[in-house]
């Protein structure tokens, strides 16, 4: 089974509003609301392609209800603390015609000591049950910035493979706990390495430092539509047409998810690069976050344009 | 109709360590009438719900009177749930589960729940909790299905 983990989960509150600028009063086209967080959109990808995970993190308030009604309608498993508070709701512009998007994100309710004390039980039992593990984003307050790394560690010392999908202290604490994937932003390795990450060489340089932390795979976006894999059969560009896009939002976790999938059935590298790229591109071709279907998803892995680096 | 395609698959259960205090909040807070207890290789070996927490805070005697109005306020019923706040939910939960498999059949489930007055069941799969059915979900499917024969 695969289980995911959102300590921090939110509504997602998507709006196309066509040239959207600060300052002015607009009518969005369409919006769209989702229960959200990066395991909570890996999970609802996996249901998308036919796959059963569970989906565990905190939840509070109305916000809360939405998010574990949304998802038992959609019959997803969940194990969430439900804690005082209220949930967060992110809200995303989307300007189809500037190609801009624009996110404002709120910081999420306060975890007690005694409410993270119940959610690692439930992390520990659930453990038992798991073949992979994905933690992904922000931590909410109250919740220690080292936790993904003591979380990596307790899911190693199980054989669970893990995912981490983060950035900041949390990403930087959950790497020392040597995850087996990790997708490190681009701008965030800029930062953390201190030089302007503007050439491949550049990139592939600082992120090959991870393999000696014991990652075996990260992945990392280069330009706006694909990304560098660095496995253990050497590094990958993997790209995709930016023809017809709509929205990037949620084709990192897409791809999270079709990497979470590739291991569980047992592709190969390749394989499992083509098909990763093909869920964030399938879920970019469209306003609403995830996947159409497996099939679609299916029909776009031979387009995916795939190079092995020096 | 499976009763894998009906039930509800959070998995939101305690531990039969836990203390009764623990077990009124995950109630609360989870808005549910009682949850599966586990133990600790995660298999279903109980369920307690509120009516079991009410009947061991209600006074001895209640059992034999069998009728509310003799009891003037909260006090003792307040007073004894403080006493047992800390004791473990093994101690009140009922051991002998009444649960399903994910294959049984919807109409075999509520049939069973009727027969039990019972609002929600545990679904295990080789005793590990995979799911909750409860009666209100089947309603709302046999409606819906019935809706759809219109």
């Known amino acids: 089974m695969i289980v995911t983990v959102t300590l921090n989960p939110a509504i997602d509150e998507e709006y196309v509003v066509p040239e959207f600028v600060p300052g002015g009063w607009f009518r969005a086209t369409t ?31 109305f916000n809360g209800e939405y998010v574990r009604d949304s998802l038992k309608r959609l019959g997803l498993t969940t194990k969430f603390v439900h804690i005082k508070g209220e949930t967060r709701t992110n809200v995303y512009i989307v300007d189809e015609v500037g190609h801009v998007e624009t996110g404002i994100v709120e910081a999420g309710p306060y975890v007690k000591e005694e409410a993270l004390a119940r959610f690692m039980v439930y992390y520990r039992r659930l453990l038992k049950r798991a073949d992979c593990i994905l933690f992904g984003g922000s931590l909410p307050p109250g919740v220690p910035q080292d936790i993904y790394r003591d979380l990596i560690v307790l899911a190693r010392g199980e054989g669970v493979a893990t995912f981490i999908d983060a950035a900041g202290a949390p990403l930087m604490a959950g790497l020392e706990g040597a995850p ?131 | 109709m499976r009763v894998g395609d009906v039930m509800d698959r959070d998995l939101t259960a305690l531990s ?79 051991r002998d589960v009444i649960s399903f498999t994910e294959d049984d059949s919807d109409f075999f489930v509520a049939m069973t729940l009727i027969r039990h007055n019972l609002k929600r069941a545990p679904v295990v799969r080789e005793g590990f909790l995979v799911g909750v059915v409860n009666r209100t979900d089947l309603l709302e499917r046999i409606m819906v299905a019935s809706e759809d024969e219109l």
Not at chain 1, 282 to 300: D, I, M, P, Q
Not at chain 2, 62 to 83: A, N
């Open chain 1, 31 to 61: 919006t769209d609301r989702s229960p959200g967080g990066k395991g909570i959109n890996v999970s609802l990808v996996l249901k998308q392609l036919g796959y059963d995970s569970a989906a565990m993190g905190f939840l509070a308030g």
């Open chain 1, 180 to 310: 087996t994937v990790a997708k490190v932003d681009h701008r965030f390795m800029s930062r953390l390495a201190g030089v302007r990450l503007s050439s491949l060489d550049n990139l592939i340089e600082v992120v090959s430092g991870l393999h000696d932390r014991g990652v075996e795979w990260a992945v990392t976006s280069y330009r706006n539509y694909g990304n560098v894999f660095f496995t253990p059969k050497g590094i990958y560009l993997g790209e995709y047409d930016r023809k017809g896009l709509v929205s990037l939002f949620g084709s990192d976790d897409a791809l999270m998810a079709g990497l979470a999938l590739a291991r569980t059935e047992k592709m190969n590298v390749e394989e499992a690069i083509r098909f990763s790229l093909a869920c964030a591109w399938e879920n970019s071709l469209h306003v609403e976050k995830g996947c159409r279907s497996r099939e679609a998803v299916e029909e776009l892995v031979d387009r995916v344009h795939i190079e092995k680096l020096e």
């Open chain 2, 16 to 94: 039969e360590h836990v203390g009764l205090a623990t077990a009124i909040e995950v109630i609360s807070r989870h808005r549910l009438t009682g949850v599966p207890v586990l133990d600790d290789d995660g298999r279903v070996v109980g369920f307690i719900s509120e009516k079991d927490i009410v009947k061991a805070a209600l006074p001895g005697y209640f059992e034999y009177i069998q009728d509310p109005s003799f009891i003037p306020d909260f006090g003792q019923f307040q007073s004894r749930l403080k006493k047992i706040r800390n004791e473990p939910v093994s101690r009140y939960m009922h």
